[in-house]
C-alpha cells in the first residue's frame, strides 16, 4: 500500500516569490509520482510527472519537482509565483504494478497575493 | 484541446435513490477511472476500467456501485440506493494506453453529488 503526505494544507506567497510544496511518500513497492493542480470550479490537470530517469522533473507553468528516494520526497518548486498560481496542488502516486490507480494527498491552496 | 466532460456538475437526490453519474472521456482514451473527493478529504480512488471490465477497484467500490460503457462514448458510475455519505465531489478520469500506469490520465471537472 501507499501513502501521500503533503505537509502543508495552506502555503501564502507574494507574487513574484519563489514557492515550494512539500510532499513525502511511503510505499513498499516502486512508484510513479506525480503533481495536479486544481483552479476553482475545474478538474485536476496535470502539472508534471516522474516515471524514471532525471531526478529533476520540468512541468508546465514553470514548475519543476525534484525526486529524493532516500527521503521519499518529491517537492514541487516555483522560482516566481504569479497570481494565477493561486490554486489547489495535489502529490499523487501510482504504484508500477497497479493499473494505474493514483493515490493523492490532502492537497495544498496555494494563495497568491500582491 | 479535447477534454473529459461530466454531467451533470450538481446532482442533488434523496437518500436511498439510484443515481448516474456521466462521464465523456477524451476520445481515443483506453482506460477510465472514477475518484471521489468527500468535503475536506482527500482525492480517493474508486475504480479502473479497461476493455469493458473492472481492472482494480478500491474497497470503497462495493456492490453498491457500478460502471459501465454503454456505447462508444459514454462512461457511467450508478450509485444504487444513495447513503447521506455518498456526498461528494465524483470525478472522471481517461487515459491513453491499454497499460495505463504511466500515462497521464485527463481528469473531467467533477459532479458535485449531494444526497439528503
Known amino acids: 500500500a501507499q501513502s501521500v503526505t503533503q505537509l502543508d494544507s495552506q502555503v501564502p506567497v507574494f507574487e513574484e516569490a519563489p514557492v515550494e510544496l512539500r510532499c513525502n511518500y511511503s510505499?513498499?513497492?516502486?512508484?510513479?509520482l506525480f503533481w495536479y493542480v486544481q483552479y476553482p470550479n475545474q478538474g485536476l490537470q496535470l502539472l508534471l510527472k516522474y516515471l524514471s530517469g532525471s531526478t529533476l522533473v520540468k512541468g508546465i507553468n514553470g514548475f519543476e519537482a525534484e525526486f529524493n528516494k532516500s527521503q521519499t520526497s518529491f517537492h514541487l518548486r516555483k522560482p516566481s509565483v504569479h497570481i494565477s498560481d493561486t490554486a489547489e496542488y495535489f502529490c499523487?502516486?501510482?504504484?508500477?504494478?497497479?493499473?494505474?490507480?493514483?493515490?493523492f494527498g490532502a492537497g495544498t491552496q496555494v494563495v497568491v497575493t500582491p | 484541446e479535447p477534454e473529459v466532460t461530466q454531467t451533470p456538475s450538481h446532482q442533488v437526490t434523496q437518500m436511498g435513490q439510484e443515481v448516474i453519474l456521466r462521464c465523456v472521456p477524451i476520445?481515443?482514451?483506453?482506460?477510465f477511472y472514477w475518484y471521489r473527493q468527500i468535503l475536506g478529504q482527500k482525492v480517493e480512488f474508486l475504480v479502473s476500467?479497461?476493455?469493458?471490465?473492472?481492472?482494480?477497484k478500491s474497497e470503497i467500490f462495493d456492490d453498491q456501485f457500478s460502471v459501465e460503457r454503454p456505447d462508444g462514448s459514454n462512461f457511467t458510475l450508478k450509485i444504487r440506493s444513495t447513503k447521506l455519505e455518498d456526498s461528494a465531489m465524483y470525478f472522471c478520469a481517461s487515459s491513453t494506453r491499454s497499460s495505463g500506469r504511466k500515462d497521464t490520465q485527463y481528469f473531467g471537472p467533477g459532479t458535485r453529488l449531494t444526497v439528503l
Open positions: 510505499s513498499s513497492v516502486s512508484v510513479y
Open positions: 499523487a502516486v501510482s504504484a508500477t504494478d497497479s493499473w494505474g490507480k493514483l493515490q
Open positions: 476500467f479497461y476493455n469493458n471490465e473492472i481492472s482494480e
Open positions: 476520445s481515443n482514451h483506453l482506460y
